[in-house]
């Protein structure tokens, strides 16, 4: 199978992924792909949970160091809840792939967004879009973080359901992204949904799952 950072055209530089439904497992599965193909750094311009699985670094020698050894790590600020944060010394060009997580969701499959979000860093080349399939066919009000943002951009109460136009109609009003991947797409239903989402929207967009590390083009 092909991976999916090719998929998802990951080249060298920053690559941002912003909406929901997965975006830091996404990151972490991207970060394991590319690190035979160079170094790999992951980070936040939002906020993360330090990863077990890798070095966690503040200082930019200490970077250097994970990275020469590693070959991937993990930086940022540490903040008062535990956190991470954005790190504070430049770190855009501190590695050969850099996956920056510049969203948040609260779990949720669908986002709308506040005017300061997404926080894309200014050098991003590619900001990557993530969808959870398992929100469509449930209401706004539960599978939308910003709810009330996400129906007026739907044009629908927060009680409508979120059908493949009503994400269409979102997500071409916002227009963060350059590709987007739909996670958690398991059943036929969701894969029948995914590509009604794919005739509506005119960008590349990979659907699959994760967990089951099972993933094709819609579009």
Same mark, same amino acid.
């Given at each position: ?17 912003? &909406?929901?439904?997965? %975006? ?10 590319? #690190?035979?193909?160079? +170094? $790999? =750094? @992951? ?63 609260? &779990?949720?499959?669908? %986002? ?10 200014? #050098?991003?080349?590619? +900001? $990557? =879009? @993530? ?79 994760? #967990? ?5 083009? @819609?579009?």
């Amino acid at each position: 199978m092909e991976k999916l950072c090719d998929l998802l055209q990951v080249k060298p530089g920053v690559t941002a992924l912003i &909406g929901g439904g997965g %975006k830091t497992s996404l990151l972490y599965h991207l970060a394991e792909e590319l #690190r035979d193909r160079g +170094t $790999v =750094l @992951v980070c936040t311009t939002t906020k993360i949970w330090p990863p077990e699985h890798l070095p966690v670094v503040g200082e930019v020698d200490k970077l250097i160091e994970a990275l020469s050894h590693y070959g991937v790590a993990c930086a940022g600020t540490p903040t008062a809840q535990g956190k991470l944060t954005t790190p504070h010394f430049r770190w855009e060009d501190r590695a050969d792939y850099v996956l920056v997580e510049a969203d948040g969701s609260a &779990g949720r499959p669908f %986002k709308a967004h506040e005017a300061w979000e997404p926080v894309i860093p200014e #050098r991003c080349g590619n +900001t $990557v =879009l @993530v969808l959870g399939a398992d929100g469509f066919g449930k209401p706004i009000s539960k599978a939308a973080h910003r709810p009330a943002i996400y129906a007026k951009l739907a044009g629908v109460p927060e009680n409508r359901s979120i059908s493949p136009a009503v994400a269409a109609k979102v997500v071409k009003r916002e227009g963060f992204h350059d590709r987007i991947f739909v996670n958690q797409t398991d059943t036929e239903k969701e894969w029948e949904q995914v590509r009604q989402l794919a005739e509506i929207l005119d960008c590349p967009i990979v659907a699959g799952s994760l #967990r089951d590390k099972n993933w094709k083009i @819609v579009r």
